[in-house]
């Protein structure tokens, strides 16, 4: 797979294209009133009358790794029999990683089930004993059941009951008073087709890392943040990010893909690996409200914010 869209740099070098605009006052403004106006028990107050006094960046670094992998499995099943061959033992059977499987585009999850060749056959069907049919179980079998309007005493209000015509019983709607239907093991077909049946999977296994900072952000909110794209890089195996400018990176590179490798590669085959490298806007934001200081944070592409101990709240009554 080619490498996307950038080689990484040489360690202790940063790219000027690797840099973000620092945060201006009236964006940083703007991002706080829009956050504010979408709580229903924040007061707008503090949003529209707090000063700035003090913007720090904080921007991070979020590495991930995804490594796409295939695993087979096969166990016995079985279908109506609607006249297919049977082939087993006229031919040896192909081994699951003998059969040809298509798979979706990388990186996406996806199942597939495949009838392995040289396995199926023929039997009667275990269910309705090859009749195709079994008792009906709204009736036992009977065709009937109790009347609803007179519970089955055939009166009511000490009258002949006129739904039932007084027999206390009245047709099975679900057999159609026939006291049996159709087995659904088999479909009515009364045989059954068996056969080995392989069972392929995809899946993308995803794992991220941030770099530590001290902005006050919690996991989950770094974890839905969206920044900008450093580097991507698709390889069969990955090798490690050793000359990424950022150690922390580079040693979360390293470890990761060890990890990956040896869990993933025991059970499953593993097609291709995927590493990303995000740089994520943060800026902690000091205001003044009242003669009191207080804090907010600006974070991600699309300037979240998050304001722990906002000073103006109400309790809300949600009728």
């Not at 499995?73 to 006249?83: A, D, F, L, N, V």
Request: proline residues 6%; hydrophobic residues 30%; glycine residues 6%.
């Amino acid at each position: 797979m080619p490498v996307e869209p950038v080689t990484p740099p040489q360690r202790g070098s940063v790219p000027d294209s690797w840099s973000i605009p620092s945060l201006s006052e009236d964006v940083a403004r703007e991002a706080f009133k829009n956050f504010v106006s979408s709580q229903c028990c924040y007061s707008s107050s503090p949003a529209n009358e707090g000063v700035i006094t003090k913007m720090e960046p904080y921007n991070t670094f979020r590495y991930r790794l995804e490594t796409f992998t295939e695993s087979r499995s096969t166990e016995w099943t079985h279908k109506p029999h609607e006249g297919e061959m049977a082939d087993f033992n006229t031919q040896t059977a192909p081994l699951p990683w003998e059969i040809k499987a298509t798979p979706p585009n990388l990186f996406t999850n996806h199942k597939q089930e495949l009838r392995i060749p040289f396995t199926s056959s023929v039997k009667d069907c275990h269910t309705c004993v090859a009749t195709g049919k079994v008792p009906c179980d709204g009736c036992k079998g009977s065709g009937h059941k109790s009347c609803s309007m007179c519970n089955g005493s055939g009166k009511k209000n000490e009258e002949h009951c006129t739904q039932c015509d007084a027999t206390g019983k009245q047709k099975c709607t679900m057999c159609n008073a026939q006291g049996m239907k159709e087995c659904q093991t088999c479909k009515g077909k009364q045989r059954l087709l068996t056969f080995i049946q392989l069972k392929v999977e995809w899946t993308n296994h995803v794992e991220d890392f941030m770099v530590e900072q001290n902005s006050g952000l919690k996991a989950d909110e770094l974890h839905s943040a969206n920044g900008k794209e450093l580097l991507k890089i698709s390889q069969y195996l990955a090798s490690p990010l050793f000359e990424f400018p950022n150690p922390t990176i580079a040693e979360a590179s390293e470890r990761l893909i060890k990890e990956h490798q040896s869990n993933h590669g025991q059970t499953s085959r593993i097609l291709q690996q995927r590493q990303t490298v995000e740089l994520i806007p943060i800026t902690k934001v000091n205001y003044s409200w009242k003669g009191a200081s207080h804090v907010y944070v600006v974070y991600g592409n699309n300037n979240h914010v998050s304001a722990e101990n906002y000073p103006a709240t109400c309790c809300c009554v949600i009728l």
